[in-house]
Nanobody
Framework: QVQLVESGGGLVQAGGSLRLSCAAS????????MGWFRQAPGKEREFVAG????????YYADSVKGRFTISRDNAKNTVDLQMNSMKPEDTAVYYC??????????????????WGQGIQVTVSS
């Protein structure tokens, strides 16, 4: 399994920005598709954004499309999530995840076998 550690969460006002980062302790990081998920209180964990092994292919949930950007640096074993124009409904615990699947960017929770511990993001209105 890949060890993943998220950083960069916190409190931001509506309309503001935050950047999450996920560091992976895995020499074969570039073989994994990477994703960000989130879970709000009382709700199921949901897919937010994902990127293929090279970073050229990305996919976003409709709720964040045009506001969030996922990017990865295979030389540094990191994947980031830039969040702009944030809304109160973006408030959740955000999780970084790694999937050994190739091809189409995986979007299902069951496609991901390694997870970070999660980091809180709170957007105030």
């Amino acid at each position: 399994q890949v060890q993943l550690v998220e950083s960069g969460g916190g409190l931001v006002q509506a309309g503001g920005s935050l950047r999450l980062s996920c560091a992976a302790s895995e020499r074969t990081f570039s073989r994994y598709a990477m994703g960000w998920f989130r879970q709000a209180p009382g709700k199921e964990r949901e897919f937010v954004a994902g990127t293929g092994v090279s970073g050229r292919t990305t996919y976003y949930a409709d709720s964040v499309k045009g506001r969030f950007t996922i990017s990865r640096d295979n030389a540094k074993n990191t994947v980031d999530l830039q969040m702009n124009s944030m809304k109160p409904e973006d408030t959740a615990v955000y999780y970084c995840a790694a999937s050994p699947r190739g091809g189409v960017v995986p979007r299902s929770l069951t496609d991901y076998g390694s997870w970070g511990q999660g980091i809180q993001v709170t957007v105030s209105s």
